[in-house]
């Protein structure tokens, strides 16, 4: 079985700030893990995922997540906030015969 | 290139009556995924296709739901009937290829509103 666990339901940053978002998964196989951002009445887009390559992924808009095997963790940072940031992120993890899990979500709030 | 398409946006209707949902997915894309994603929580697998076969449908109440891609194009997901706990956000997905680690693009969801 596979699952993730995004820490904090609620974060809050100033603008400008550095944003960071906890995941940690677990997964009795590689693992795929995903970090999708969500806007308020929209789909899911896809940010970033890392598929067992390199271990340092870039995503779009500055985003970036690293994979750490050893803390299980793959959490999501961008250096400096903006407020076109603020929206729900949610962390996913699948496998091959696995299908996508995605956490509960953590919205962020950028503050001016 | 046009994205996942969803339709309706929203529906309001009472309980025990019928609803369905449909989905067009990105032109070429063989994989389309229905999830429900209730309020605060990500979302959830109903139903994988493959092509116009379903080939995980272990999450979807099929004493209620129901789904059909018969041209392995557009599908509809149909609840009948509607409950109260059904309210929800009902996202379809789709992707290239089988692998899991494909990238699965979605549509802006139907936010269904069961009274």
């Known amino acids: 079985a596979q699952s993730v666990t995004q820490l904090g339901s609620h974060v809050s940053v100033s603008e400008g700030a550095l944003v960071l978002l906890r995941c940690n998964y677990s997964?009795?196989?590689?693992?795929?893990l995903f970090w999708y951002v969500q806007y308020p009445n929209q789909g899911l887009q896809l940010l970033l995922k890392?598929?067992?390559?390199?271990?340092l992924v870039k995503g779009i808009n500055d985003f970036e997540a690293e994979f750490k095997k050893s803390e299980t963790s793959f959490h999501l940072t961008k250096p400096s906030a903006h407020m076109s940031d603020a929206a729900e992120y949610f962390c996913?993890?699948?496998?091959?015969?696995?299908?996508?899990?995605f956490g509960k979500g953590t919205s962020l709030l950028v503050t001016p | 290139e046009a994205g996942v398409v969803q339709s309706p946006r929203y529906k309001i209707i009472e309980k025990k009556q019928p609803v369905a949902f449909w989905c067009n997915p990105i032109?070429?894309?063989?994989?389309l995924y229905w999830y429900r994603q209730n309020l605060g929580q990500g979302p959830e697998l109903l139903i994988r296709?493959?092509?116009?076969?379903?080939?995980?449908d272990s999450q979807l109440p099929k004493d209620r739901f129901s789904a059909e891609r018969l041209k392995g194009v557009d599908s509809t997901l149909k609840i009948q009937p509607a409950e109260l706990g059904d309210s929800a956000v009902y996202l379809c997905?789709?992707?290239?290829?089988?692998?899991?680690?494909?990238?699965?693009?979605f549509g802006p969801g139907t936010r269904l509103l069961v009274l």
């Open positions: 997905a789709s992707s290239y290829g089988q692998g899991t680690e494909e990238t699965q693009y």
């Open positions: 997964s009795s196989v590689p693992p795929y």
């Open positions: 890392y598929t067992s390559a390199a271990t």
């Open positions: 996913a993890v699948s496998a091959p015969g696995y299908a996508l899990n």
């Open positions: 032109s070429g894309h063989n994989t």
């Open positions: 296709y493959e092509n116009e076969e379903a080939v995980d």
